[in-house]
């Protein structure tokens, strides 16, 4: 069973930073992709962020376009940890931030569906 857990959320004002962490467990981290993704009141799911396993000690990372430039993720394989780092935020990244995972080939790391675990959440709040 993988347990996900999301820490590092709350409030800060428009052009501040926040870091978001990931604390996965049950299952061998370093092929997985993970994922951040963030549902805001009365909007879908949307896929925010992910790195994949590519084989060997490569991965590649993948943003959204809204957050390309300002969030970086970034992983800690030996500790299954995954961060993301939030910088410039703007009212319009408020939302729920969930981790996720999924061991699937070939990966999909858009795709909310492909992931099997999930997260419980982290509230990040930006005041305008």
């Known amino acids: 069973q993988v347990h996900l857990v999301e820490s590092g959320g709350g409030l800060v004002q428009a052009g501040g930073s926040l870091r978001l962490s990931c604390a996965a467990s049950?299952?061998?981290?370093?092929?997985?992709?993970m994922g951040w993704f963030r549902q805001a009141p009365g909007k879908e799911r949307e896929f925010v962020a992910a790195?994949?396993?590519?084989?060997?000690?490569?991965?590649?990372?993948d943003y959204a376009d809204s957050v390309k430039g300002r969030f970086t993720m970034s992983r800690d394989n030996p500790n299954n940890m995954v961060y993301l780092q939030m910088n410039s935020l703007k009212p319009e990244d408020t939302a729920v931030y969930y981790c996720?995972?999924?061991?699937?080939?070939?990966?999909?790391?858009?795709?909310?569906?492909?992931?099997?675990?999930w997260g419980q959440g982290t509230q990040v709040t930006v005041s305008s």
């Open positions: 790195i994949n396993w590519e084989g060997g000690g490569t991965y590649y990372a």
């Open positions: 996720a995972a999924d061991w699937a080939r070939p990966p999909m790391p858009r795709e909310g569906k492909q992931y099997d675990y």
């Open positions: 049950g299952r061998t981290f370093s092929s997985a992709t």
